[in-house]
């Protein structure tokens, strides 16, 4: 099964060949960190309990990418700059999937805000489709199979 922390670090991957020879963070930058560089941090993680019926499961990954622009002697960021590189992040995931050890989850949504002064940010949902049986005891997966239905009418 693929872990979070290697989803993360194809997602870091990504982002390394958008600006190669940058430092890209992942989860925590530290105090004086580095830039121009980025970093990417997992938003949230949630489930699609019906996506695939009683075969499959969509989990959706949300990441967020902060990436970061040289700054002047009074520490603003050149706006321009900054929406350029929140172009390239999301021109990093433009194909609709990034491999991830022997599995691609899709691209499920890409959004850029550039409102802040210090950074972009991309906001990546991911989506992975997971069989259920990874998550439920063959017993009880067999049982889910069938299903009954009585109905009585009154008349």
């Known amino acids: 099964m693929i872990q979070i922390s290697d989803i993360t670090a194809a997602i870091?991957?990504?982002?390394?060949?958008?600006?190669?020879?940058?430092?890209?963070y992942t989860d925590l930058a530290p105090r004086d960190f580095e830039r121009p560089s980025s970093m990417v941090e997992l938003a949230g993680v949630s489930?699609?309990?019906?996506s695939y019926g009683p075969g499959g499961v969509d989990f959706l990954f949300k990441y967020k990418i902060s990436t970061?622009?040289?700054?002047?002697e009074v520490h603003a960021s050149h706006l321009p700059v900054l929406d350029?590189?929140?172009?390239?992040?999301?021109?990093?995931?433009?194909?609709?999937?990034i491999?991830?050890?022997d599995r691609a989850p899709?691209?499920?949504?890409?959004?850029a805000?550039?409102?802040?002064?210090?950074c972009a940010v991309?906001?990546?949902?991911?989506?992975?489709t997971i069989n259920r049986a990874e998550f439920t005891e063959p017993a009880l997966y067999e049982l889910m199979k069938e299903f009954e239905l009585r109905i009585n009418t009154k008349e």
Do not use: H
């Not at 350029?84 to 999937?97: E, I």
């Open 99 to 101: 491999r991830v050890k």
């Open 68 to 72: 970061f622009s040289k700054v002047d």
């Open 113 to 118: 805000d550039t409102s802040f002064f210090d």
């Open 106 to 111: 899709k691209v499920r949504g890409a959004e």
């Open 47 to 50: 489930m699609d309990p019906l």
């Open 12 to 24: 870091a991957a990504q982002v390394a060949k958008a600006f190669p020879g940058e430092k890209v």
């Open 122 to 128: 991309v906001t990546l949902t991911l989506a992975l």
């Open 84 to 97: 350029l590189r929140a172009m390239l992040v999301l021109g990093a995931f433009g194909g609709g999937f």
